[in-house]
């Protein structure tokens, strides 16, 4: 018997835990049959961590989505900050901005977070009544405070996928190690063969060549020549 391995997937393991569990449980014995409700039990536990990981791959998914997100809504107000202080306050942009506002707006996330702290600095000098700093400073710092937050989640997201991921990894490598000792215990109540038979790799190894063969050899029927085209 071979194991599954940790390189194949949970959904992999989950399978070959099925069919062994359920070709187990209609073997004619009871014992091979209780083992086969062990195998069945183990599967469902290969189900529940499956969700575990895909329910973690999802939340990073969103958190991604997310920073993606606020960081689309930063960068529009960081151009229309330019924009406004173009119109009220024509030569004034150096005042507010250390270069070309779209510019900040494609620096990484870190960087940009960092450049708009810079700008809420500048901002505080202009005079409170100031119509650039009326509509943009409480603006712009709630976005970039929004994207903070969703930078953390995401970062806690990527954390939280790795520690499942590495639990996965466990699980699997328990896994084989529990298919063997099932596998140890059909061998007091079958043969070897038969036991082997009763794991899918190596049935699917022998059966598939030979469905294989039937499917490849020629039948012995002749197709008819096509109908001649009317016209031809």
Known sequence: MRAIGPNSSLRKHEQEMLFTGAKCKAHQ??????????????????????????????????????????????????????????????????????KAPSLLAKLGYDKESDAIDQVL??????????????????????????FRKARDEQQEANLELTRVRTVVLRVKMDNDR?????FGALLAHVGKVEAEALFSLRARSTKAKSTSKQTTEPTGEVNPPPAPVAGS
């Open 178 to 182: 529990f298919r063997e000792q099932q």
């Open 29 to 98: 014995k009871a014992e091979v049959q209780a083992i086969g409700e062990l195998l069945l039990a183990q599967r469902k536990k290969m189900k529940t961590m499956r969700d575990e990981l895909e329910d973690a791959e999802d939340d990073l998914v969103i958190a991604n989505a997310m920073v993606s997100a606020k960081d689309y809504v930063r960068d529009r107000s960081l151009i229309s900050t330019g924009a406004m202080i173009d119109a009220i306050h024509p030569g004034s942009r150096d005042k507010l901005f250390s």
């Open 121 to 146: 600095v500048k901002l505080k000098t202009f005079p409170e009544n100031d119509p650039v700093r009326m509509v943009y400073e409480k603006l712009l710092a709630q976005q970039n405070q929004a």
